[in-house]
């Protein structure tokens, strides 16, 4: 894919992140929050360690750490067993995780049972999304907001995601598929994305994202998958979820994890379904 036009660096709110209302101020402009060093580092490391002996185990990298396969080999990651390793739920649990999405959210949080660890090889397409918004992918509310979080440190080189400021702005977008991009999670799926008409030129991305560092995006925020450029063989892990309201109405990501979606994908893209 090619890179987007405008890649510039995100704006950093960590300054108001003890301010419910600034924040919002920001959220509700932007489409998005990016604060640095909100979670503990050590329990971010905990996790990351955790998926980098999944992806020893699974031959991806070497017991030093060090990729141990080449770009042009068809070696994916297994993402069920990454998945199953990962106790993303201390991090969401953990007192400095819940007050934040507490202020950001304004009240008592839901946070959806659906992380997706994410692990993106050097010059790998598989699993990349397109420009899309999460209000497309997730039923049945919209009051949600994403968390994307890194495990370790990311720049533009070895990807990320990327957003569109403002794009939520616009509202809902009906999605089209893109056949160019596959789904690292369910296999043999395309992704949705926004038609190309309404791809934004102008993207924004952390230059340097470290372990504790979280941004925070409207569910109808445009936003993309960064590739890993990096020609040193880091491996991009991060993990992304998504928060709503306690109250709200919960739909099946939000009380399902991601080893049940991808067991019953008819569930996930019941509404996708419905509509192509
Ligand atoms: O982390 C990524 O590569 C993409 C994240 C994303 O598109 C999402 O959270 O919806």
Redesign the pocket.
Known sequence: MEMPEQLTDLVDSTEFADDANALRDVYDEQGYVFLRDQFPVELVNELREASTVELIRQGILAADGSLAITADCTNRVDNEGLQRVVQYEKLWNHPQAQELFKRVLDGPVWVFRQT?V?A?LPGRSL???PP?Q?AW?IEPNDDFI?V?TPLAPTDHTV???AVAPKSHQQGPIEHVQYPTHLSAQHLGSVQWGVPESSVPDHWAAGERMYPGDVLLFHPYLI????PNVSLDGQV?V?L?TRIQPFESERGYLATHNQLEALHHPEKVFEFQTQTS
Request: aromatic share 4%; charged share 20%.
């Open positions: 997706l994410r993106t699993g990349l999304t899309h999460c992918n994403v994307w990807g990320g995601v936003h993309r998958s960064l991009r991060s992304d």
